[in-house]
């Protein structure tokens, strides 16, 4: 048995459960024992009783009542068999963009969910194991991205980096820049939609099929469970009337906003059953989000580049994502080189 010691919540640990702290530092002792030590108040924080669920911060000194000592039979020392395939472990590594040992950017492929509902067991946050590298612990989503878009997703490696980039996002500090396939050719070729968002229940048991309802913004009073919405567009290139290369810039970050945005103005993102009506055949002048041919009907939405100020060192990072695989495609069919736009078109607007 060990006497009893008092231990500092690092910088790295704060604004976590004290009971998930503990078992981070202290991997031998099971739940059950972490609880009822908490009940008769022989772990303290800060001299006070505290529950198993009492949120720890950086600073605070935490009483540790003596424990047993870890004991490890042979079979305990064998190292932990990973849940992730090695198939999925390349593919993440493959789709890293930047590291250092502050955060991660992914160029996320299309299809594989950031995190798990609905059903969804294979996504990003459970395999993030095979972006550890020379670290100990999993890196932390920060911010989402849907399952069928691609592109720039972002990852903290501790807890406090993720910490004060979710703050940054909240804070729309960040500058994010989707590239997308749209029907037909928006009218002004620059604006922005200011549809509020609210959310339409969905009709599978689960609310999976559940949509985002736009709401004009003089209408909001009328809509409490509405909120506000701002997208920025830009037409970087177009084929006739039938298909147009976009910019978007989400100003705000609500749940399919980009795609319930572009849907409303008549200008559907290609490939967008959800928004674009998958019955619908785009024959130009907007509406109806498929192309036909030989061109893909995945989803083509893409978030292309994200700018941020580094969160350790201070610098200034601009993140971009090449096109995947069907968009690229596409891109190729319609005679669009993605060297011949700039990558901010907004830039010299702001």
């Known amino acids: 048995m060990s006497g009893v010691q008092t231990v500092v919540v690092t910088q790295d640990e704060g604004d976590q459960r004290l009971d998930r702290w ?11 024992r972490i609880e009822k030590m908490c009940r008769k108040g022989e772990i303290r924080v800060d001299g006070g009783r505290v529950k198993a669920a009492t949120r720890v911060e950086a600073g605070q ?11 490890h039979s042979p079979k305990d020392l064998r190292p932990a068999k990973s849940k992730v395939s090695e198939a999925d472990r390349e593919m993440l590594q493959r789709a890293v963009l930047y590291r250092d040992a502050h955060i991660i950017a992914l160029n996320k492929p299309p299809g594989l969910p950031v995190q798990g509902g609905s059903g969804q067991r294979r996504h990003i946050d459970g395999l993030s ?3 550890m590298f020379d670290l ?3 890196p932390r989503l920060v911010h989402r991205l849907d399952k069928d878009t691609s592109g720039v997703l972002l990852m903290a490696r501790s807890r406090a ?3 004060g980039l979710t703050a940054a996002f909240r804070a729309r500090e960040t500058r994010k820049i989707y590239w997308a396939a749209v029907a037909g050719v928006p009218h002004p070729r620059l604006g922005t939609i200011k549809y509020a968002l609210k959310k339409a229940s969905g009709h599978g ?11 004009d913004p003089r209408d909001i ?8 919405a701002t997208t920025d567009y830009a037409v970087l290139s177009a084929l006739g009337r039938r298909v147009s290369w976009c910019a978007l810039v989400p100003v705000t970050g609500r749940t399919h906003q980009l795609r319930a945005h572009m849907a409303e103005m008549g200008h559907p993102i290609i490939g967008d059953g959800k928004y674009g009506g998958s019955g619908q055949e785009n024959l130009g002048d907007g509406w109806g989000a498929q192309l036909g041919g030989e061109l893909s009907k995945k989803l083509h939405l893409h978030a292309r580049s994200l700018a941020l100020t580094h969160p350790v060192t201070g610098a200034r990072l601009t993140l971009t994502a090449p096109l995947p695989d069907h968009m690229a495609r596409t891109w190729a069919d319609l ?10 078109p907004f830039e010299d607007l702001s």
Request: aromatic residues 4%; hydrophobic residues 35%.
């Open 22 to 32: 503990f078992r981070r530092r202290f991997p031998h002792v099971g739940q059950g």
């Open 221 to 228: 009073d009328a809509h409490p469970d509405a909120k506000r």
């Open 161 to 163: 980096v993720a910490a």
């Open 335 to 344: 005679g669009w080189d993605t060297g011949d736009v700039p990558e901010d």
């Open 61 to 71: 000194s935490v009483r540790i009542p003596p424990l047993p000592e870890a004991t």
């Open 136 to 138: 100990d612990e999993r």
């Open 205 to 215: 048991r689960g609310g999976e099929a559940e949509k985002m309802v736009c709401v």
């Open 129 to 131: 194991e095979a972006l």
